[in-house]
């Protein structure tokens, strides 16, 4: 009897102790449950809910359909894109880029600016014993290239910087090289 009394005042202690069944917003929500009536058959409302047209629901589905294809295309195009600037082979890059010149179009003549450029990047050259690099960007066509480079290293002879310490390079067409950079490198490291 003892045995009894213990084992019913445990199952009391446990259906009143810590967890799901004192919360109060879980006690509310079952009591609130408890006293709605139970649905039956009569309860069954007259109307149906109302329901969106048929000539809406394909207007919405159409609207739907255009805007998955519209990015599927833009994913297309994205992937076309990554996949061409992968293709793309890499311009030369011979040591550290130490300025550009950017000609107008079609255009060879050094301007002021340009040779700005070109006497900051001969006296960083020659302050570390280095030879200069020119990278000439041949988009536009291999002849501007190279007038380009010729004009550039003219330019620079004027200033004092020996033709064995110049290298010009001319960046493969579609290379993501810009039109005119220039690179310094160690001495005998570029031709």
């Keep these: ?28 929500a079952r009591a609130e449950f408890a006293a709605a009536p139970f649905p039956t058959l009569n309860s069954v409302p007259e109307k149906a809910p109302p329901v969106t047209p048929l000539a809406e629901r394909a207007e919405i589905r159409q609207g739907l359909a255009s805007d998955q294809a519209r990015a599927g295309q833009a994913i297309a195009e994205a992937a076309a894109a990554a996949a061409a600037a992968a293709s793309r082979p890499e311009a030369p890059r011979p040591g550290l880029s130490v300025g550009r010149i950017g000609f107008a179009p079609g255009s060879a003549a050094i301007d ?6 070109l006497r900051a990047a001969w006296r960083i050259a020659a302050a570390r014993d280095e030879s200069l690099a020119l990278v000439a960007g041949t988009d536009q066509g291999t002849a501007l290239a190279t007038a380009r480079l010729e004009a550039a290293s003219r330019r620079l002879a004027e200033m ?32």
């Design 1 to 28: 009897m003892a045995v009894a009394v213990v084992f019913a005042l445990a199952l009391g202690a446990c259906a009143e102790g810590p967890g799901a069944g004192t919360d109060p917003d879980i006690r509310a």
């Design 112 to 117: 002021d600016a340009a040779a700005a450029e």
């Design 160 to 191: 004092g910087a020996p033709a064995t310490r110049i290298a010009r390079i001319q960046a493969p067409a579609g290379s993501m090289a810009p039109d005119f950079e220039i690179f310094i490198a160690p001495t005998g490291g570029i031709r």
